[in-house]
């Protein structure tokens, strides 16, 4: 149980595209998403926390009109990086969590490269 | 000060050892902890998750909890190389949907 899907696991994008990254919860339902980056050997860090119906919020210097969050249903976010810059390129990660549970469960990751 | 520290490492310890992770928290009202672990150029997977004072097994995994103290750690009994990878502590305060995450511990075990 607590399987986290994530798609495109890998992405390619030309800068000033847009990209749309989709994070599922496949048997549980999630009240909860994360949106995190990381960069190489680096650590995690939180972009944004979306609940399912509503607005998401997001970390202080995280620009909310460039990384577009939506939280549509209790098992599906998605994460829309709009008009890609090189700087973009990252490994993206979601996670969800139970709402039954405390724990957050991460999916696979994207990792995006803008060229 | 941040709000989980671990040290960042790395832990060499030879196989069949036991491998001692460390994780303290400044929020004293923290109530949920956990332990993932990652593999270079993967995610982080749940490993263990700790809410009482005490220890807590789960084969060759224990946490122990220790809040007075502020202190979590992760005790990985004879270490096994493919236990090789960084250790994430994750601290749940008061605010159910706010976690706060150590900069991770990287483990190596030797063969």
């Known amino acids: 149980g607590a399987v986290v899907s994530q798609h495109p696991s890998r992405v390619i994008c030309k800068s000033g595209t847009s990209v749309k990254i989709e994070c599922r919860s496949l048997?549980?339902?999630?009240?909860?998403m994360f949106w995190y980056r990381q960069f190489p050997k680096k650590s995690l860090m939180l972009m944004a926390t979306?609940?399912?119906?509503?607005?998401?919020?997001?970390e202080q210097g995280v620009e909310k009109d460039k990384f577009l969050i939506n939280h549509a249903s209790l098992t599906l976010s998605t994460l829309t990086v709009t008009s890609a810059h090189p700087e973009d390129s990252s490994f993206y990660i979601c996670?969800?969590?139970?709402?039954?549970?405390?724990?957050?469960?991460f999916g696979p990751g994207t990792r995006l490269t803008v060229t | 000060q941040k709000e989980v520290e671990q040290n960042s490492g790395p832990l060499s310890v030879p196989e069949g050892a036991i491998a001692s992770l460390n994780c303290t928290y400044s929020?004293?009202?923290?109530?949920?902890f956990f332990w993932y672990r990652q593999y270079s150029g993967k995610s982080p997977e749940l490993i263990m998750s700790?809410?009482?004072?005490g220890d807590k097994e789960d084969g060759r995994f224990t946490a122990q909890l220790n809040k007075a103290s502020q202190y979590v750690s992760l005790l990985i009994r004879d270490s096994q190389p493919s236990d090789s990878a960084t250790y994430l502590c994750?601290?749940?305060?008061?605010?159910?949907?706010?976690?706060?995450f150590g900069s991770g511990t990287k483990l190596n075990v030797k063969p």
């Open positions: 979306s609940n399912e119906g509503s607005k998401a919020t997001y």
């Open positions: 700790i809410y009482s004072n």
């Open positions: 929020d004293r009202g923290s109530q949920s």
């Open positions: 994750a601290v749940n305060p008061y605010n159910f949907n706010k976690f706060y």
């Open positions: 996670s969800a969590r139970d709402l039954r549970r405390y724990e957050q469960y």
């Open positions: 048997d549980f339902q999630a009240t909860t």
